[in-house]
């Protein structure tokens, strides 16, 4: 069975503090994607990465970075130097090969910035 | 180009009625999803269409629920004799052909069911 668990229920924290968000998956697939959407207030989910199980690599993207561990199945965000702009409700998710385009969400880690 | 839309925004049942739920895809996008996002909670995939033929609709929690996509592009979810369980937001999302693990999100129809 494919499961995402986030263990962070809300995070809070001040303008410019770095921030991780932490995302820990099971699957029996060999072959699987990762990915995290961000959901502000509007509600709308927002498309933020895509990793593949072959693809170890950390990946920077301006003052979002993610941390992708197959050993320990995790695949972490981190936001440095975070903005008010930041707050929402972020989701990990996986899809794997066996399950077809099918994504399983964790709960969400909502998090407040404060100014 | 414009994004995924769905209609209405916001939809109050009364239980026991029949809804509707429309959701119009990122023009050229073969595969269209459908998830449920109960409160406080992440979305649920419920079906996946590519172009009219429905492939997976495993997540669909009753046989009162009820998606098709006739022509392959816009989809419509429809809910009968509806439940109180039934309150939840239902998410379309869409995927460029030959990369449907990327989907792109609708903003979504609010169902509140009294």
């Known amino acids: 069975a494919q499961k995402v668990t986030q263990a962070q229920t809300e995070i809070s924290v001040v303008e410019k503090e770095d921030v991780t968000l932490d995302c820990v998956y099971e699957t029996r697939d060999t072959t699987y994607y990762l990915f995290w959407y961000k959901q502000p207030p509007s509600g709308e989910l927002v498309f933020l990465i895509r990793r593949n199980s072959f693809d170890e690599q950390n990946e920077i993207s301006g003052r979002y970075s993610w941390n992708f561990q197959k050993s320990t199945s995790s695949f972490n965000f981190t936001i440095t130097a975070s903005q008010v702009v930041d707050s929402a409700v972020y989701f990990c998710?996986?899809?794997?090969?066996?399950?077809?385009?099918?994504?399983?969400f964790g709960a969400g880690t909502r998090l407040f910035v404060k100014a | 180009g414009a994004g995924v839309s769905q209609s209405p925004r916001y939809k109050v049942a009364k239980r026991g009625q029949d809804v509707a739920l429309r959701c119009d895809p990122i023009s050229g996008h073969v595969s269209l999803f459908w998830y449920q996002q109960a409160l406080g909670q992440g979305p649920e995939f419920l079906t996946y269409f590519q172009n009219e033929a429905q492939l997976d609709k495993s997540g669909l929690p009753s046989d009162r629920f009820f998606a098709e996509r006739p022509e392959g592009s816009v989809s419509t979810l429809k809910i009968q004799r509806t439940q109180q369980e039934d309150s939840a937001v239902y998410l379309c999302?869409?995927?460029?052909?030959?990369?449907?693990?990327?989907?792109?999100f609708g903003p979504g129809t609010r169902l509140t069911v009294t």
């Open positions: 999302a869409s995927s460029h052909p030959g990369n449907s693990y990327e989907q792109y």
């Open positions: 998710a996986l899809s794997g090969n066996t399950g077809g385009f099918k994504t399983i």
